[in-house]
């Protein structure tokens, strides 16, 4: 089940724990509002109800994760296909240009931050294996929940824990998937296992999966082209390990201790082959060897918590973390990569790999003064980064560092017995980049930069206020800031000045994105529907542009508005549920540097426009959903026609039947085996053949999923 929250525009990661309506119950039974658990937020630093927290947010529980990953695969597709506001998935193992609200989205495991804020290396969303993921939360819009890099929202991935009662558990999957046609190259697999244990003050669990992916078709049963830069899901092979341990000391104190690791490769026997976009045929995969190393995708993650429930009148949380990620990219013989003293002009292969190493500490302690509600705390951040040509050992980015103290703090009001809430609060961003002397690649002169310690502070406010007449009813505006750095990667790499010094040259000054938004929410009896209006501008915004083969930042001003309409409501007919959602995105962009917007932002930067609509019936052990998704057509004023977008529609569908044995599903992507061109390739590079990608046709998947 989905659910649509308010959450707050608090300085904290937000996560909820939302419990499942039975689908099964009355379709119009009495009004159950007043007497329903309050849905608790397990990340956000407050014990604060989600009725509290004035800011739009959505939690994709576990039945409805599993249901959608059964469809797609991956949790990236799984928001995408739900959330009419993020931009379609591009299927390939990259988030390159994927968007929430006309931004990008930091993702998040347990609070952990998965994004390189120095060099964006695209993959933060496939760093762990859905299948220890016990839901997702989207917090939508520009803000500072978790530091750096929400300005388009927080997904955060909430792990599985132990039973809540003594004993032994254990959870286990096995599918298979095949592509329309059911060719012997388009077959792939999945298998895991948790166990988990409870035993008085102790608890653990531990996991793995193993996933084989197959090569997919498009819906003219034509292999897709692989992405020889930025990766692949399909034609993979995936190894996860999973555990996580906790133990009471007291009725108030615990530590818990969580670890995981996300490995991704491609086969590399797949090789694109160009198409013509003239003549609208898409580009294809033939087989092949790949030059250099297939590309890869290595995650892993360790955190350390203290809570402590009691302590000098209030809860404090602290959560120590360690998160490493090493991204290897396809390669070529592309001019940037170039060097005589090397290899003749034209011959030297080469490929980049993006290394980063990130530790931090969130701190936060929380009490109650009467009708006031006090979070405080600090966040520590220390990122290292390099981006290195992983063939002949060069640096392309040079290794740079990344330092941030934000010590915040958050209040909420209660007036008339919750009646009118008033919520506020402040961050402090302290930043500090380090980068020593290095020269630049032959292509850019080369050239000696001098390095430097360029530095910035900023406060972040927030505010919002809630008003709920009776229990179910609320209404709410709030306005927040949400901040990131420019891509300082691919600044610092793609300088051909010389005699640089990073200390005047290198501008380090924050993309800060100012979100206004107003909701209104229905949540009684059979009806759950909410309505929000936003809107979020950013002075100095961060554009991707593309120059030569590679995307470059510019720094130019952003304006976002945009309407989120959802609703799901039981019918008459006992066990169906229908589900509506629409998202209206509006982004421009100031292209002339005269601080008025007068160009659309392309397909790069912001999805189309959304309808989504789904079905969920059930009837005892039976449960069915059909889904369907509009992309609309859509125009970029402003920008080569050739990227204007046709627009596509996609029908989704599955069947489960739960038994003694555990549960099997059948389900079905692109149900009807559309033929269509994927957004990204459709709104961006009109003369490249190679890149111009189709979306993936059927692919049909038969699952079981079992708990013991």
């Known amino acids: 089940m989905r659910f649509s929250l308010l959450l707050s525009a608090a300085l904290f990661p937000l996560a909820a724990a939302a419990q499942a309506q039975d689908s099964t119950a009355a379709p119009f039974e009495e009004d159950t509002a007043a007497e329903a658990e309050p849905i608790i937020v397990t990340a956000a630093r407050t014990s604060l109800p989600i009725t509290a927290l004035p800011l739009t947010a959505e939690v994709i529980d576990r039945e409805t994760l599993e249901r959608q990953l059964q469809i797609s695969g991956s949790v990236v597709d799984a928001v995408a296909a739900l959330t009419p506001s993020f931009s379609p998935a591009r299927q390939k193992l990259t988030g390159q240009g994927e968007t929430l609200r006309g931004r990008s989205p930091l993702f998040a495991i347990d609070g952990i931050p998965q994004t390189a804020p120095l060099r964006d290396g695209s993959r933060d969303g496939f760093t762990i294996d859905p299948f220890f993921i016990d839901r997702v939360e989207l917090i939508l819009g520009s803000n500072a929940l978790q530091g750096i890099g929400g300005t388009g929202g927080v997904i955060n991935q909430v792990t599985v824990s132990a039973p809540a009662e003594d004993g032994w558990s254990a959870r286990t999957i096995l599918q298979g998937t095949a592509e329309s046609g059911f060719r012997n190259d388009g077959f792939g697999g999945k298998v895991g296992a948790l166990v988990a244990n409870r035993s008085g003050a102790f608890d653990v669990v531990v996991g793995a999966a193993f996933e084989r992916r197959g090569v997919f078709r498009d819906g003219e049963q034509r292999r897709i082209a692989p992405d020889g830069t930025q990766g692949d899901l399909m034609d993979s092979e995936s190894l996860s390990f999973f555990a996580k341990a906790g133990v009471e000391l007291g009725s108030s104190v615990r530590i818990e201790a969580m670890g995981q690791r996300f490995q ?405 992507q692109n149900l009807l085996d559309k033929q269509y061109i994927d957004y990204n390739s459709d709104t961006q590079r009109p003369a490249d053949n190679l890149r111009f990608f189709a979306g993936r046709g059927r692919s049909v998947t038969l699952g079981w999923l079992a708990n013991f």
């Not at 220390?382 to 063939?391: G, K, P």
């Not at 609060?425 to 080369?446: C, H, M, S």
């Not at 039981?570 to 160009?599: E, K, Q, S, W």
């Open 264 to 668: 991704l490769q491609g086969d590399g026997d797949l090789i694109a082959v160009a198409g013509s976009r003239a003549a609208g045929l898409p580009s294809t995969g033939a087989r092949g060897v790949v030059q250099g190393e297939a590309p890869e995708n290595l995650a892993e993650s360790l955190s350390l918590t203290l809570t402590a429930d009691d302590l000098a009148g209030g809860a404090l949380r602290i959560r120590g973390f360690w998160n490493r990620t090493a991204d290897i990219y396809g390669g070529g013989t592309f001019a940037d990569f170039q060097d005589p003293a090397i290899a003749p002009l034209g011959t030297l292969f080469d490929q980049s790999q993006n290394i980063s190493r990130k530790w931090g500490v969130n701190a936060s302690w929380e009490s109650g003064f009467g009708p006031l509600n006090l979070v405080a705390g600090v966040d520590l951040l220390n990122d290292h980064t390099v981006q290195v040509l992983a063939q002949t050992g060069r640096a392309w980015v040079p290794p740079t560092d990344y330092r941030s103290i934000a010590p915040f703090a958050q209040g909420n009001l209660a007036l008339w017995d919750g009646k009118l809430r008033i919520a506020g609060g402040v961050r402090w961003e302290n930043v500090e980049i380090a980068i020593d002397d290095y020269q630049t690649l032959w292509f850019y002169g080369p050239q000696q930069v001098g390095g430097g310690s360029p530095s910035f502070d900023r406060v972040l406010p927030n505010g919002g206020i809630v008003i709920e007449p009776m229990p179910g009813i609320r209404a709410y505006a709030s306005y927040a800031q949400g901040y990131t750095v420019p891509d300082v990667g691919r600044i610092t790499r793609a300088i051909r000045t010389p005699n640089v010094d990073l200390d005047r040259f290198l501008d380090i000054a924050p993309v800060v994105a100012d979100n206004r938004e107003v909701g209104f929410e229905v949540k009684r009896g059979p009806v759950d529907a909410s309505a929000t209006y936003f809107w979020s501008d950013s002075d100095e915004g961060q554009l991707l542009v593309l120059v030569g083969d590679v995307f470059e930042v510019q720094r130019q001003r952003i304006e976002i508005e945009g309407i989120e309409l959802n609703l799901t409501t039981a019918t008459p007919i006992p066990g169906l549920r229908l589900g509506f959602g629409y998202a209206h995105l509006n982004g421009r962009v100031d292209t002339n540097g005269d601080g008025i917007v007068n160009a659309d932002l392309d397909g790069a930067n912001i999805g189309p426009d959304r309808l989504n609509l789904s079905a969920d019936y059930t009837n005892g052990p039976v449960s069915l959903r059909l889904q369907s998704r509009t992309h609309f057509a859509r125009k970029f004023d402003g920008g080569d026609p050739r990227n204007d977008f046709e627009g596509y529609h996609l029908l989704d569908g599955s069947v489960s039947v739960a038994t003694a044995f555990g549960s099997f599903t059948l389900a079905a």
